[in-house]
């Protein structure tokens, strides 16, 4: 472990927003904030571009009282980037720039928020300050709602999406029954490789509500199997059927089933203006003549936040904590992570630091073992993990019974 | 006023669903089980449809306490329908046979939960029993999310749809502007003829985080107009602009957008599998090269009984609940309507009696007056308007912190 570094912070977020990312920022910067090695603590615009373009919030300005509220105020807060690092063996410009406002500003502390390429970016980092001596401890603070950071047993920001989507299946389960008729409901579900948002539709099922299909991007889809596969649940199911797919659900061929706009072999093809849940929707209404509708669960399932898990919240939150005061303690180049415990029969989350390069562009996906033989459902093991993740309810601050989200002066730097 | 009338009475669903039909359901069928007058109580299979085939589930043999999960069950619970009975002078043969249900179960009572055609089916029902001499009171019970029934200062259903809209598009503009790029977002929103709905997206905005622009079907709607207004939005707000429309909005000739596959004089031909919100973001991005985002909010805004207003589901309930006190006085041919009183700045709902032809069968629209002059947003009148009614938070019952609906027996008569 190497001495107590005194300097200022960044911190930044990147990729895709979550309900929870700014519980994230909350635990960085109050954790920061309040941390004696750390004499200042800036916000960058735009995650890394706002390093690059100078563009930085001063976060002491902030009212603490006010950044509270960041804990339930969906999306990223200070803007998100997707911007990719070049590899500094093939141009180091960039690099060079970071490390000249890391020295403008005395930073000696990094934290980066982020999915895979946001792990990718804060490696390459770590790395190129210690190539050039630069004293700089650089930590990853995970955020998913794919859920498919590796290493760790899950990531923030999943669990208020999976609660998101089974609550919402369970709704529209409800309503997707409501006539006497036939009727075909397909919601389409985010997750491009990993299923792990559309799997969690099957909790509702577990909960009584649900979807009778799932299908998920780890099994090859079929147009036939999934056409049988409904007209098996219209005959038992006194009509109705409820599937829930994950947009990244692809053939055997590898293409995605949402691409498919036109195929001479199988005839299932459709424009795809609507995207994935009309074209089944519409293919499933050519094939049983029943009602369809196709729902998009689209930027709702990851924006939620008036429906967060406040496991998840508080695990977010301390995802971020974790990452200032292990950094503060001289720990550099990890993301933090967590470990599943079971206490008594109670859950528990351990919080624990990987190595960067460990985590970066790695895959997680959904187990094969917790996908049913027939591929169209999950099974009582996979219940069993995301149950324990979607527990309690986030205490959204409120103004006239409508969300009250953080209202930051973000004061600019110089 | 008729003398008390001793039998038993029926209590049918029909139209869309809602958050909180099923709270009216409760309203209904508990004052029905403990009123002395009411022998025993039915609950029709999908609405009318139940009484014709003789499908009807006793109420009586629910357990009381698992009736109560009602309140917070979304879409209608006993099957709803949209059933058009013939004018009787014409073929009265469905009433033949409702008379026929009515006297071998001794109806006395019937109360009819549902929108604009409901109440014009209840109407009928109603003075067709009083023309062949049956003694049967007749009540009607408001319902729908689109707010268009005559007569009412609002009808249950709206408000929670109201406020998940709000809530949902306070969460989506937070999420559509997190990136440093030029996007635009388009929700589509229900209400075919009426605005309201859309309309309280402008909820979002007086909260500080909501669409730029709405557009009702109130007004013409001209693409031109629309890409200007967008255009502006995206000039002065840093590239981003956030669009609300209701799926009702309409050219200056009365046709849909929605419906407007091609259109040779104003070019904006596209392909509808995905619906208008995909269409105008296309249109969008073609005049604009601006990222988009078409939503639909689909079923999950009539559903979204996670998110109900407590006044809504008590008003809900008590629609449901006077209903019935004011048949066993005798009253029959009406509907429970809301009456609006400010008692000392506060909002307090009254309930009274609209005689059902005077509801039947006209629609209420957003007031021009409460639409900005632009014809792109609402005033400050339509908030104070909508405001009161989506106040309070639903206590939805949760098991492992998803919602615990309704588990009744469902035991059909005979």
Known sequence: ?????????????????????NASAYGVIKTALEAKEITKVYGAFHGIQGVLNDQLYIM???????????????????????????????DDSDYRRILEIFKKYNVRYFFYNGGNDSMDTCNKISKYMKSVGYD???????????NDLYGTDHCPGFASAAKYIATSCMEI????RVYDNRMVVVVEIMGRHAGWLAASAALATAYGSGPDLVYLPECDFSMEQFLADVDDVLDKKNGKCFVAVSEGIHYADGSFVSEAKTSATDGFGHAQLGGLASMLAEVVKAHTNAKVR??????????????????????AFNA??????KAVEGESGYMVAFERETVDGAYHCVYKLLPLESVA??????PLEWINPQHNGLTDDFIAYVLPLIQGEAEVPKEDSLPRYAKLKKVFAK
Do not use: W
């Open 320 to 325: 971020g904590r974790v990452a200032v005061e």
């Open 294 to 315: 196709g729902i998009e669960l689209s930027l709702l399932q990851r924006c939620g936040a008036h429906l967060a898990s406040a496991t998840d919240v508080e695990e």
């Open 173 to 176: 389960n409800k309503d997707a």
């Open 1 to 21: 472990m190497s001495e107590k570094l005194i300097g200022s912070c960044i911190f930044g977020q990147s990729g895709g927003p979550t309900s929870v990312i």
């Open 60 to 90: 002491d300005e902030e009212d603490p009282e006010e950044l509270r509220y960041l804990l339930h105020t969906p999306s990223s807060e200070l803007g998100s980037c997707r911007y990719k690092m070049a590899d500094p063996d093939v």
């Open 361 to 366: 562009n790695y895959e997680k996906k959904v």
């Open 136 to 146: 700089c401890h650089v930590m990853g603070v995970p955020k998913t709602i794919d």
